[in-house]
């Protein structure tokens, strides 16, 4: 059972356009819904992440939307770079602490 | 968030041998570390819940007894994965992190290849 669900499986995006990746849970007890990026053979990096109590953040080109009443959040990417090329994981938490990933968007960036 | 050093990086061995996976916090005192295993082009699937101090949680459907898990120090979690087989290849991921809000930190993973 896929707690969180992520779409699209991948993206290609002009250089300096918008990347938007969305996500959706169903679980109302996640209380934390973190964003990471992951490059070839490396870990994830946690990117932004966000509480339900707030419906946007915002750092720098990056930027998460978040609908409570519709279980769904979502990340842009504001002019996006050949070097945001990378796979994006959507994550969901408890306070209990333990995360379940979205199943991952492929991002690529063309010049 | 943590400073996390996973070592190895990348591992070859032999069908039905064991090896040995290190997770180190080197800035945080972690009471609980998490090992996921990745398949290529998939996401992350949570494994374990390492504790220190105590027996590991495992997720439904992982063996215990194939990967076994130590958490003896605060800053140290190992995988082990014994009588490893090929369809153990896979990349596997150790996240720490402080209070749960602040997010986990992940180490660099390690690639285990079993021929």
């Known amino acids: 059972q896929q707690q969180v669900k992520q779409s699209p499986q991948s993206l290609i995006v002009q250089k300096g356009g918008i990347s938007i990746i969305n996500c959706a849970y169903e679980?109302?007890?996640?209380?934390?819904f973190p964003w990471y990026q992951q490059f070839p053979g490396k870990g994830p990096a946690l990117l932004i992440a966000i509480r339900p109590d707030v419906s946007e953040k915002k750092e720098g080109r990056f930027t998460i939307s978040f609908n409570k009443s519709a279980k769904q959040f979502s990340l842009h990417i504001m002019d996006s770079q050949p070097g945001d090329s990378a796979t994006y994981f959507c994550?969901?938490?408890?306070?209990?602490?333990?995360?379940?990933f979205g199943t991952g968007t492929s991002l690529t960036v063309i010049p | 968030g943590a400073v996390v050093s996973q070592h190895p990086s990348w591992v070859i061995c032999k069908s039905g041998t064991s090896v040995k996976i290190e997770c180190r916090s080197l800035?945080?005192?972690?009471?609980?570390m998490f090992w996921y295993r990745q398949f290529p082009k998939q996401s992350l699937m949570l494994m374990a819940t390492s504790n220190e101090g105590s027996k590991a949680t495992y997720e439904q459907g992982v063996e215990k007894d194939k990967f076994l898990i130590n958490h003896a120090s605060l800053t140290l979690s190992t995988l082990t994965v014994t009588s490893a087989h090929p369809e153990d290849s896979s990349f596997y991921i150790c996240?720490?992190?402080?209070?749960?809000?602040?997010?986990?930190?992940f180490g660099s993973g390690t690639r285990l290849t079993v021929v």
């Open positions: 679980n109302t007890a996640f209380d934390y």
């Open positions: 800035d945080f005192q972690a009471t609980t």
């Open positions: 994550a969901a938490s408890m306070s209990t602490r333990q995360f379940y």
């Open positions: 996240s720490v992190g402080g209070q749960w809000f602040q997010g986990y930190t």
